[in-house]
């Protein structure tokens, strides 16, 4: 996983004063680490039966399609207020650095479909639990939850139990 670790920048005092931001960037443009990437998480959930992957704007949603494309699954995104174009519901959440809304199309998941959610940060696990909560008041089972980034010291996995969790990287 180092070779992967290296592709990720750290970006002091973003969005705020005393983070440091897990920039993912630097993996994304190597074609060698997202494939590394995309395998490995792909590669976790090949055994389960995955009908749909959920993206979490925004960078959820670069991983998340090629992940479905590995898997031979659909993709559904979650976004912020204001994005999706058709009839949606919304969640409001708390952030480790303020709060925000989430909102996916009410067709987006059908009932009973097993659903792999994937982020590409787990911090504090408020963004994944809210995306958890409206995928499931739409019926879906959640089959886990892949990160490409975890920062442990966070325990952001405390807030996504009972969930199965798997991170990449992390920190």
Sequence with gaps: MNELKNLVRDVPDFPKKGIIFK????????????????????????????DIVVGAEARGFILAPTIAFALGAGFTPIRKPGKLP????SMSYALEYGTDVLEIHKDGISKGQQVLMVD?????????SACCKLVESLGGRIVGCAFLVELSFLDGKKNLTPYDIFSVIKY
Excluded: F
Excluded at 39 to 49: F, L, M, R, V, W
Excluded at 86 to 89: A, G, N, P, V
Excluded at 120 to 128: K, Q, R, S, V
């Design 23 to 50: 920039d993912i960037m630097p993996l994304l443009q190597n074609p060698k680490g997202l494939r590394k990437a995309v395998e490995i998480i792909s590669g976790h959930y090949k055994n389960e039966k995955v």
């Design 86 to 89: 058709y009839e949606k519901i």
């Design 120 to 128: 590409d940060l787990l911090a504090t696990g408020g963004t994944m």
